[in-house]
């Protein structure tokens, strides 16, 4: 997540534990086995109420803003995620873009989820002075779970740095490293400055240099407070009663995703008729609850319909018939390391996260963490 550079040696070295960060979270994409797969890091976070995550919008383009997401509490997630209470995952149900964002200069780089359920976590105190916003020569914190450029400290680890405010602009601004610098896999990760006797947050990661030594750039969050975040944090969240059982989806279908089941998505191909699925897995019913995928029978899985609970992993019975045998993945750490991605479900979707992290770090200073 954070590197040092060393006048002397140039060479690049793990940042410090962020054990007291609880409203700093990890952004993945939804896990849909309950077998031991590796979660999928795509970004970091900043809790900002206690159902509201702040992160960067460019975290969202890989599945979309309606896309399966979920979003991890705790300090380590990989290579294994810190086991409840320690460590807890809470599924998004809705994602918002900031209207003006631009993913080509990182203006308004800026997302807000709604998680499925509050938290029991402090969030970070927003700005609300104007001594709560970021000057040039100002130390700031930053705080992630992405690359250490330090093949002995991997990404998936909560970590904090400082830096120091180089630039200042309307709507954003730069910093160097004093000495931690923000990398791959940082993006939406919280940037605070101290207020008194608080830290505030004033800023979301959102880019910087290739080599991730000499220049982050992040988004200013008193721009983002009229305009986008007051209006979602006062908007009433809208109760969602699913009219569809998780065991009868086979046979069922649907209309829109709101019919469906634990925010599943509802899907029509080709006219036909809608059924409730999650987007990594066929169409299917949601039997009894299990532990692996012995106890499901031939050509079922124990696939997770929540995030955790004692009935998140349930049976899954495909409507088409047994599922293929899974492709073997790769482990976290082999092959090609992006930084943001420390592990993938499967090969394709390893090619389009490789993909698209390559395409985001591959110039200078719109390199996307």
Request: some cysteine; overall charge negative.
């Given at each position: 997540?954070?590197?040092?550079?060393?006048?002397?040696?140039?060479?690049?070295?793990?940042?410090?534990?962020?054990?007291?960060?609880?409203?700093?979270?990890?952004?993945?994409?939804?896990?849909?086995?309950?077998?031991?797969?590796?979660?999928?890091?795509?970004?970091?976070?900043?809790?900002?109420?206690?159902?509201?995550?702040?992160?960067?919008?460019?975290?969202?383009?890989?599945?979309?803003?309606?896309?399966?997401?979920?979003?991890?509490?705790?300090?380590?997630?990989?290579?294994?995620?810190?086991?409840?209470?320690?460590?807890?995952?809470?599924?998004?149900?809705?994602?918002?873009?900031?209207?003006?964002?631009?993913?080509?200069?990182?203006?308004?780089?800026?997302?807000?989820?709604?998680?499925?359920?509050?938290?029991?976590?402090?969030?970070?105190?927003?700005?609300?002075?104007?001594?709560?916003?970021?000057?040039?020569?100002?130390?700031?914190?930053?705080?992630?779970?992405?690359?250490?450029?330090?093949?002995?400290?991997?990404?998936?680890?909560?970590?904090?740095?400082?830096?120091?405010?180089?630039?200042?602009?309307?709507?954003?601004?730069?910093?160097?490293?004093?000495?931690?610098?923000?990398?791959?896999?940082?993006?939406?990760?919280?940037?605070?400055?101290?207020?008194?006797?608080?830290?505030?947050?004033?800023?979301?990661?959102?880019?910087?240099?290739?080599?991730?030594?000499?220049?982050?750039?992040?988004?200013?969050?008193?721009?983002?407070?009229?305009?986008?975040?007051?209006?979602?944090?006062?908007?009433?969240?809208?109760?969602?009663?699913?009219?569809?059982?998780?065991?009868?989806?086979?046979?069922?279908?649907?209309?829109?995703?709101?019919?469906?089941?634990?925010?599943?998505?509802?899907?029509?191909?080709?006219?036909?008729?809608?059924?409730?699925?999650?987007?990594?897995?066929?169409?299917?019913?949601?039997?009894?609850?299990?532990?692996?995928?012995?106890?499901?029978?031939?050509?079922?899985?124990?696939?997770?319909?929540?995030?955790?609970?004692?009935?998140?992993?349930?049976?899954?019975?495909?409507?088409?018939?047994?599922?293929?045998?899974?492709?073997p993945v790769d482990p976290p750490g082999s092959g090609d390391d992006s930084g943001g991605c420390a592990s993938v479900p499967g090969p394709s979707l390893l090619a389009l996260l490789v993909?698209?992290?390559?395409?985001?770090?591959?110039?200078?200073?719109?390199?996307?963490?």
């Open positions: 997540m954070f590197t040092e550079v060393r006048a002397q040696e140039r060479r690049v070295v793990g940042g410090a534990d962020a054990p007291d960060d609880l409203a700093a979270v990890a952004l993945i994409a939804r896990r849909t086995r309950c077998g031991g797969e590796p979660p999928v890091l795509l970004c970091s976070g900043a809790l900002i109420a206690p159902d509201v995550v702040l992160t960067a919008a460019h975290c969202l383009a890989i599945f979309g803003p309606e896309g399966p997401h979920e979003v991890y509490l705790g300090q380590v997630l990989l290579p294994e995620p810190e086991p409840s209470p320690r460590g807890r995952f809470i599924r998004v149900s809705r994602a918002v873009i900031h209207p003006d964002y631009d993913a080509a200069t990182h203006a308004y780089d800026a997302a807000l989820l709604r998680l499925a359920a509050p938290v029991d976590v402090a969030p970070f105190s927003l700005p609300d002075s104007t001594s709560a916003v970021p000057v040039a020569g100002a130390s700031a914190r930053v705080v992630g779970y992405g690359d250490t450029k330090d093949a002995r400290a991997p990404s998936g680890r909560r970590m904090q740095g400082t830096l120091t405010v180089t630039q200042v602009e309307p709507a954003a601004f730069r910093a160097g490293p004093s000495p931690s610098m923000s990398c791959v896999g940082d993006s939406g990760g919280p940037v605070l400055l101290r207020d008194g006797a608080r830290e505030v947050l004033v800023g979301l990661t959102v880019s910087g240099d290739v080599a991730c030594r000499d220049e982050a750039r992040n988004v200013r969050v008193d721009a983002l407070l009229d305009g986008f975040i007051r209006p979602f944090l006062d908007e009433a969240p809208a109760p969602v009663v699913p009219t569809l059982s998780p065991e009868d989806l086979c046979a069922a279908t649907c209309s829109r995703d709101a019919e469906c089941p634990s925010g599943l998505t509802c899907v029509s191909v080709d006219g036909a008729p809608g059924h409730c699925l999650l987007p990594a897995l066929q169409e299917g019913s949601f039997g009894a609850t299990c532990t692996e995928d012995s106890t499901c029978g031939t050509g079922g899985l124990c696939a997770r319909l929540e995030s955790e609970g004692d009935a998140a992993c349930r049976c899954f019975t495909p409507c088409a018939g047994p599922l293929p045998d899974p492709e993909l698209a992290l390559r395409a985001a770090r591959g110039t200078r200073p719109s390199s996307r963490r």
